[in-house]
């Protein structure tokens, strides 16, 4: 006998309790948002785990992420789409191509059906944009006020090509470091989106999966690249120093070679952040020998998401493993860790 499921009051209900309890209300809700928003034919098939194909070649690779960004919509995205690009990121910086997704929702007691499936439809749409379904999930429902509204669960699996081997211990002395384009976009727009700041021109998340560029860079310099990372959390300063303890070198960069928007310098400025700490989601550092960095600078160049690209210093010898900076003015300065969190809920 077919089960009748209840049509959901998007524009005015809530989500309560009951749509956590495994009854109906939670069919109705996994029908009604979910199943809408990501259908695809691993999750049609209805089961507890999707059934996949298992690739041929190459090795498996696997990533799992959790998404508290506050708020929850902000200029350029939400935390939908966010949570499909930074998995598919941290799946690509190893040079594999992306598979699968899921997805865990923790939704608090009273949030909104509007905002839960606007937030899935995002989430639908960016993981069909990338070719990356989203092919299992699950829901649980909290008390009123233990959630924030929706925090979002992820795990990613990719396969990686035989031969290419991208990891954070292989940059050495002499080795390009290469930005994928303008920092800082992330965390600015989240902040001014949280602090209800207005600028002359907008300020919008970088967002964006970043396999498409990876592969076009694995193609035109694949046995150059030593590693890729994204710059999130922390941005671009404590990825290098995350790479700089992981290989045991030190790293050169210049400050008047590294992009950053005029908007964004000017709001940093005006919020007493630095750029080179500020989140990004959609922007990659690459470290790759000297001899193939034209060809993997050309590449991303010719990319709409590395437009921007640029080189921007060097791995260098140093025990100390410092990333150090040359200024726009010619003097110098270490660029330590981030000390304290700049920017909670960022992601």
Not at 263 to 276: F, I, S
Request: proline content about 5%; hydrophobic content about 45%; charged content about 20%.
């Amino acid at each position: 006998m077919k089960t009748v499921r209840r049509k959901l009051d998007i524009r005015n209900g809530r989500v309560d309790m009951s749509h956590g309890s495994g009854g109906r209300a939670m069919a109705d809700l996994i029908a009604g948002i979910f199943r809408d928003a990501f259908a695809n034919e691993f999750l049609d098939q209805g089961n507890d785990q999707a059934s996949l194909p298992i690739p041929v070649g190459g090795r498996m690779v696997m990533t799992t992420d959790g998404y508290v960004v506050s708020p929850l919509f902000f200029p350029g995205g939400d935390i939908g789409s966010l949570a499909v690009h930074g998995t598919i990121n941290d799946i690509a910086m190893s040079g594999a191509r992306p598979l699968y997704l899921s997805a865990g929702f923790i939704i608090e007691e009273g949030f909104p059906f509007a905002d839960l499936q606007r937030i899935a439809q995002s989430m639908g749409l960016a993981a069909r944009e990338a070719g990356v379904p989203v092919v299992t999930g699950d829901t649980k429902v909290v008390e009123r006020g233990k959630a924030d509204g929706v925090f979002i669960s992820t795990a990613g699996v990719g396969v990686v090509p035989e031969g290419l081997v991208l990891s954070g211990d292989r940059a050495e002395p002499g080795d390009a470091v290469i930005l994928s384009g303008c920092i800082g976009d992330h965390g600015v727009a989240i902040m001014s989106s949280r602090e209800n700041l207005s600028f002359e021109t907008a300020i919008l998340s970088d967002c964006a999966s970043l396999h498409l560029l990876v592969a076009a860079m694995v193609a035109a310099a694949g046995p150059y690249l030593k590693l890729m990372r994204d710059p999130t959390r922390g941005g671009l300063a404590a990825t290098l120093n995350e790479l700089a303890h992981q290989s045991g070198v030190g790293f050169r960069i210049h400050e008047a070679a590294i992009p950053v928007k005029p908007q964004v310098a000017a709001a940093c400025e005006l919020l007493g952040l630095d750029p080179l700490f500020v989140a990004n989601e959609g922007k990659l550092v690459a470290v790759v020998a000297p001899e193939g960095a034209a060809a993997c600078l050309a590449a991303m160049r010719a990319h709409p998401l590395g437009r921007e690209a640029a080189i921007i210093g060097s791995a260098v010898a140093d025990g100390r493993m410092f990333v150090q900076m040359t200024t726009a003015f010619g003097g110098g300065r270490i660029v330590d860790w981030l000390s304290g969190e700049q920017l909670p809920r960022i992601c």
